[in-house]
């Protein structure tokens, strides 16, 4: 699935082709994603220009002035710009036509993604209200993350993945950064300390800019027409690494599961 770090290379990735161009068609051949495409995306967007491409948590919104496209790449969309009349493959579902001859294109073969348009606020809406301040702004700090966790008996990797709590950190960036800081997935949020934390805070910030650095440098192949914005190669230090030596200790790091989900981890570095 698309990380924070991802939908944020994708963002950047296609800003330049979007900003300030005119949509002219939409052309919905599966309708039936997570949530279904809604007839009025397909009626009301063209004809607008595109003011602004955002990244909020995993989701991209495409503003507009008659009301925003709220994107989502669930668990296998890719986001692609390509001529408009480039033939579509068998997951193509979605093209968002542009006046420059271009189109932007939804890919999703488990069609779990969702395109949504909204007339009002974007971050009002349902799916965004109550999701949690963004892993890489100034407002989050050990400090909060210390107050959110008080009381909390849940496992500190679920907590961190909870998107009430921060925005976006996925999976894989979750066991990155616990390693990073020292902190065993599976201590009860409640019980770490503030410093610790702050140490937890930092490593999300510094994991993620890490990532989308490293994601960075496949913008130029992007622009060339190759690969996609959504997937780049990541160097990671724990997470699919198991049976493998710990890159800082040599102790061989384990795999365990949480709420189903893989959870790799060093029980030497971490505690």
């Known amino acids: 699935m698309p990380e924070l770090p991802e939908v944020e290379i994708a963002r950047r990735a296609i800003a330049p082709f979007l900003e300030g161009k005119r949509v002219i068609g939409v052309v919905a051949r599966e309708v039936r994603l997570r949530i279904p495409v809604q007839a009025e995306l397909i009626e009301e967007l063209p004809g607008q220009m595109i003011l602004r491409l955002e990244r909020r948590a995993k989701y ?13 790449l669930g668990m296998s969309g890719k986001l692609n710009i ?22 932007l294109r939804l890919t999703d073969p488990r069609r779990f993604g969702l395109a949504l348009w909204t007339r009002g606020e ?39 993945m909870d998107s009430h709590v921060v925005a976006g950190v996925g999976n894989i960036y979750a066991s990155e950064v616990l390693f990073r800081a020292g902190i065993l997935p599976a201590v009860r949020a409640g019980g770490i300390s503030r ?21 960075e440098r496949t913008l130029g192949d992007f622009q060339d027409g190759k690969g996609n914005p959504c997937y780049f190669p990541i160097k ?3 997470y699919g690494r198991d049976g493998e030596p710990c890159h800082i200790c040599g102790a ?19 505690r």
């Open 122 to 160: 974007p971050l009002d809406h349902p799916l965004l209200k109550d999701v949690g301040p963004e892993p890489l702004e100034d407002v989050f700090d050990g400090d909060y993350l210390f107050h959110k966790s008080r009381d909390r008996r849940v496992a500190v990797k679920q907590f961190v």
């Open 236 to 238: 990671l230090d724990i």
């Open 60 to 72: 991209l919104l495409l503003r507009t002035n008659a009301g925003s496209v709220i994107l989502h």
């Open 82 to 103: 390509v001529p408009a009349a480039t033939p579509p493959a068998m997951h193509d579902h979605l093209d968002f036509i542009l006046e420059t001859g271009m189109t």
């Open 252 to 270: 061989i790091i384990q795999l365990t599961r949480q709420g189903g989900r893989a959870t790799f981890c060093c029980k030497r570095c971490q």
């Open 195 to 215: 410093n610790r934390y702050q140490r937890l805070a930092d490593a999300i910030r510094d994991v993620l800019n890490g990532a989308i650095a490293q994601g």
